[in-house]
């Protein structure tokens, strides 16, 4: 529905799904693609922040025209095409005046009319009439990179509150984001006694918009540097997310998207937690969204919330628990009608026969999980789950049969999982290699494990996870005997003069 500050001369909003844009997605899942248009934007200097939900409002028609800086990334990706021959409306149509050439930079600092941020809902992404404001290659610049797309332009406090919120999940850091971005709404969550002591108007889309940003936001710094850093940081969006929750909102619609990203909220810093090895921490954050879910009758976040606490409870010596939460976030996801997310969460469960030291509960699981995953991506996958990938796969297959004691076939899964991953989520890529690296030790090739371990410890620069530490740890005291092998003095050497943590 238009603002009546919208002139009847703008076009109305196409009811036809953007198929050419569609095609080009292929066989990819919308996670899968969101990735790649990140991974595509990095390459050019771009940050945006695309999901599985932004790819779905483009091939659906809602977005009909993108920001400068989606749209440089999509030339990028596509070189040779024009907006139009991606299936968008050309600039001049949705904007309501003469288009620039598409590889024109938007001039920084241009004023921009005072109705720009009320045209046709779904014409384009909010923030279009904010980059005429402000230069997104400025890194000082409030709104640099920041790319939201959540359909905000209906909401009665989107004007100057809206731009608040979005400013603030750029100039803050992750434990300021959620906090920052609630000022303008009379909400300081300084602390749990600050959030009881002020009085809360009712929550709206910007603030599950918020939410819903963190949790994005939080994911993606974890990929890149692991959880150390970043688990005390998130406490404050958490706090935040649950003190909306009880200033309580007036649609329903609006209260599930909160529901559910404070659920999230809850996983991703339970997961902080665990990758931090903070174990009790990390179990009473899954069990506040686990009772989140049932609240809110949502599957999808308690299958979530299943699933992480299975791979607690393996890591925290508690297979049975592991299997039995793995098989529960099997049930409530079925529904759901994700081939991945099952695999996802059979995997899990193999986890736990692994721990059980059940070779052919695991098998069978293992079988299964690979069985699920060749189905193929689909619409139905959660956008948490962009992570879960073949390199994924093989990474948590090398994990149970490392349990299991056969170390040749873990470092042949760990090593493959370590050739496949992307480069840029360096959590993961330590991750596998230090898994590697601890099989070839454990299966008496100290050499390549040594070799192994001196490429972890090289991404250590960049990543902070206790967990990595602590495989690494035990890398180390395998190879202690072996010091007189190619190389394994040095990797000794490297990892004794490591900073311990506390």
């Not at 790649?36 to 009909?64: F, L, M, P, Q």
């Amino acid at each position: 529905m238009a603002s009546s500050t919208v002139t009847s001369s703008q076009p109305p909003r196409p009811s036809r799904p953007n198929l050419a844009f569609r095609r080009l997605r292929a066989q990819r899942s919308p996670g899968e693609f969101a990735a790649a248009v990140r991974r595509a934007a990095r390459e050019i200097g771009e940050r945006v922040s695309c999901d599985a939900r932004y790819i779905g409002r483009v091939e659906a028609g809602e977005i009909r025209c993108p920001n400068y800086a989606y749209e440089r990334v999509f030339l990028h990706m596509f070189p040779g095409r024009t907006l139009t021959d991606l299936g968008f409306a050309p600039r001049s149509s949705v904007r309501g005046r003469g288009a620039r050439d598409t590889d024109e930079a938007p001039p920084p600092h241009t004023a921009s009319p005072s109705h720009a941020s009320h045209e046709t809902e779904g014409a384009y992404e909010t923030y279009e009439a904010q980059e005429n404001r402000y230069d997104p290659h400025d890194p000082h610049d409030p709104c640099h990179s920041y790319d939201p797309h959540d359909p905000y332009e209906n909401h009665e406090q989107n004007d100057e509150e809206s731009d608040v919120q979005r400013r603030a999940f750029m100039t803050g850091g992750t434990a300021t984001v959620a906090a920052a971005s609630m000022v303008p709404f009379g909400v300081a969550f300084g602390s749990p006694a600050a959030a009881a002591d002020r009085r809360v108007h009712r929550a709206g889309t910007s603030e599950a918009g918020a939410l819903e940003e963190a949790v994005r936001k939080i994911r993606l710094l974890d990929d890149r540097h692991g959880a150390d850093g970043l688990y005390r940081r998130a406490a404050a969006p958490l706090r935040t997310a649950y003190a909306l929750l009880d200033a309580g909102t007036t649609r329903q619609a609006t209260a599930d998207r909160l529901y559910a990203g404070a659920g999230e909220l809850a996983i991703s810093v339970g997961w902080l937690a665990h990758d931090s090895g903070r174990f009790d921490d990390a179990r009473s954050h899954y069990a506040e969204a686990l009772a989140t879910s049932r609240m809110s009758g949502d599957p999808g976040l308690e299958a979530h919330a299943f699933c992480n606490t299975a791979f607690l409870a393996r890591d925290a010596g508690r297979p049975r628990e592991a299997v039995r939460a793995a098989q529960a976030a099997q049930r409530a996801a079925r529904p759901l009608g994700s081939p991945r997310l099952l695999s996802l969460l059979a995997l899990r469960e193999a986890g736990g026969w692994a721990g059980l030291a059940d070779r052919a509960g695991c098998e069978q699981a293992l079988a299964r999980a690979q069985a699920l995953y060749e189905r193929g991506p689909s619409e139905t996958d959660p956008e948490w789950m962009t992570f879960y990938g073949e390199a994924e796969l093989e990474g948590l297959e090398a994990q149970c049969w490392s349990t299991l004691g056969d170390w040749p076939r873990a470092a042949r899964h760990a090593r493959r999982a370590a050739a496949l991953q992307d480069p840029h989520f360096t959590r993961n890529l330590a991750l596998y290699t230090a898994e590697l690296a601890d099989d070839l030790a454990r299966g008496g090739r100290p050499d390549e494990a040594a070799l192994a371990g001196l490429q972890v410890l090289d991404l250590l620069n960049e990543v902070q996870s206790s967990r990595i530490q602590t495989m690494l740890a035990g890398t180390a005291r395998v190879l202690l005997p072996h010091r007189r092998a190619s190389g394994v003095s040095a990797f000794l050497d490297r990892h004794a003069s490591l900073p311990r943590t506390a």
